[in-house]
């Protein structure tokens, strides 16, 4: 089992939807929780960090379900800009600190 | 944006030769971090380093060796460059002290061994 798990997509949908990504984990130790977004060709930038009681950046929301080891990303009223690659990262304080282990990815394309 | 620099950002080179990519900081953050990316795979960790002359290896790193001699600079060898070693290269940094563990990315050195 991978340690950080994503729904590869592609998610194709129209502007203004509401779209939601889901990404589980496998070590239950681990404490910090990212997501990431990932143009073509480009870097992964941060995009939010993830905490226990939930948080929301603007159109963004990210939630944290430690019982079920389950971390998601809502996105509201999608823009074109939001196309893109989202991963789902955890620290899972395995080996020495302040290693993060990335999800391979969901693609998301915002459609006009 | 983080101050992170990669070079070069392009390399073609033939399977044999010798490799070194080099990743500059202007943030003064302790930890850096080699990455690898290719389709499948996600980014998995090549080798980190904790401070000057403080490296460890990760989960990918057989075929590489990394030098840290200044904080602000994270050097990654390839000594004997393979086909398997194409890819693509993120370099990253994190600040230490702090109780959250972000990691920001350099641009990236796409690298294909023919």
């Excluded at chain 1, 977004?37 to 905490?51: A, G, H």
């Excluded at chain 1, 963004?60 to 996105?75: E, H």
């Excluded at chain 1, 893109?84 to 999800?103: D, E, H, I, K, W």
């Excluded at chain 2, 001699?69 to 290269?89: I, M, N």
Aim: net charge neutral; aromatic share 12%; hydrophobic share 25%.
């Amino acid at each position: 089992r991978k340690e950080v798990e994503q729904d590869p997509g592609p998610f194709n949908v129209p502007e203004g939807a509401t779209v939601a990504f889901n990404c589980t984990y496998s070590n239950s130790a681990s404490q910090s929780f990212f997501w990431y977004r990932q143009d073509c060709r480009k870097e992964p930038k941060l995009l939010m960090s993830v905490y226990s009681s939930g948080n929301e950046d603007g159109r963004f929301t990210a939630q944290l379900n430690r019982a079920s080891q389950y971390i998601s990303l809502l996105i509201r009223d999608s823009k074109l800009s939001d196309s893109a690659t989202y991963l789902c990262v955890v620290n899972p304080l395995s080996g020495s600190a302040r290693q993060l282990t990335f999800g391979s990815g969901t693609q998301l394309t915002v459609l006009p | 944006d983080a101050g992170i620099t990669q070079s070069p950002r392009h390399k073609v080179t033939e399977t044999g030769t010798p490799v070194t990519l080099r990743c500059h900081q202007t943030e003064n953050h302790r930890y850096m971090y080699w990455y690898r990316q290719d389709p499948g795979h996600g980014l998995r960790l090549i080798h980190y380093s904790y401070g000057v002359k403080d490296t460890d290896k990760g989960e990918v790193s057989d075929g590489y060796s990394v030098s840290r001699s200044k904080t602000e600079d994270f050097l990654l060898t390839l000594e004997s460059a393979t086909s398997s070693q194409t890819s693509v290269y993120f370099c990253a940094i994190s600040e230490a002290g702090r109780s959250s563990y972000e990691q920001y990315f350099g641009p990236g050195t796409r690298l294909t061994v023919t």
